[in-house]
C-alpha cells in the first residue's frame, strides 16, 4: 500500500539524517492517503507538520522565503488548529510571506498566531503585527516598543532565541539602530 511505502521511506531517511524537508514530505504523503478521521494519520500529520515546519525555519534562515513560506504553508495546514507548534509556526509564516510581499497572507497568518492559547506566541504575533502596521505608517513605532518591552523579559525567561532576537531587531530599528 502506497502509506506502508512512503512511512518505509520517511523512516530510512530519517535513519540516515535525511533532512526535515524529505522526511516530512513522505510523512505528509502518508497523512493524506489515510482516512481524515483516522487516529494512525493524524499522528502522522502532527509529526509531518513538525518536520516540515522545521525544514522552513531552517530555510527562512538560510534568506530563502520562498521555500520557507511553501514549506511553512503545508506545515500549519497538517497541524490542528489548537496545536502550540501550528501558532509557533504562524507567526514564522507571517514573517516569510511579509518577506514576499504577501501582506495581506502574512497579517491573517499573525491574526491566527494571535489566538493562541500561549501567551509567549500571543506577544510574537502582536509584535510583528504592530511593526508592520508601524512600517505601513498605520500605528505608532511606540507602540512596537511597548510589546517588545512586554515580550522581551517573556522570551528570554522561555529561552525562545528565536522570538527574542525579533524582539530586539525591530527594537532597533524603530530607535533607528
Do not use: Q
Amino acid at each position: 500500500e502506497l502509506t506502508r511505502l512512503h512511512e518505509t521511506v520517511a523512516d530510512a531517511y530519517d535513519e540516515r539524517d535525511g533532512g526535515d524537508e524529505v522526511v516530512g514530505f513522505h510523512l505528509e504523503r502518508a497523512a493524506l492517503l489515510r482516512p481524515e478521521h483516522d487516529r494512525h494519520g493524524r499522528r502522522l500529520a502532527e509529526e509531518a507538520g513538525a518536520r516540515l515546519g522545521s525544514a522552513g525555519i531552517a530555510a527562512g534562515k538560510r534568506g530563502d522565503a520562498g521555500t520557507e513560506t511553501r514549506l511553512l504553508e503545508r506545515a500549519t495546514a497538517l497541524l490542528p488548529t489548537e496545536h502550540s507548534v501550528r501558532a509557533e509556526l504562524l507567526c514564522e509564516l507571517g514573517v516569510g510571506l511579509d518577506a514576499l510581499g504577501r501582506s495581506t497572507d502574512a497579517d491573517d497568518a499573525l491574526t491566527a498566531a494571535e489566538a493562541s492559547t500561549e501567551r509567549r506566541i500571543r506577544l510574537r504575533a502582536r509584535l510583528e503585527l504592530a511593526a508592520r502596521a508601524a512600517l505601513a505608517g498605520n500605528a505608532a513605532p511606540d507602540d512596537v516598543l511597548a510589546i517588545a518591552g512586554e515580550a522581551i523579559p517573556v522570551f528570554g525567561a522561555l529561552d525562545d532565541e528565536r522570538s527574542l532576537g525579533r524582539a530586539w531587531m525591530l527594537s532597533g530599528w524603530i530607535r533607528g539602530g
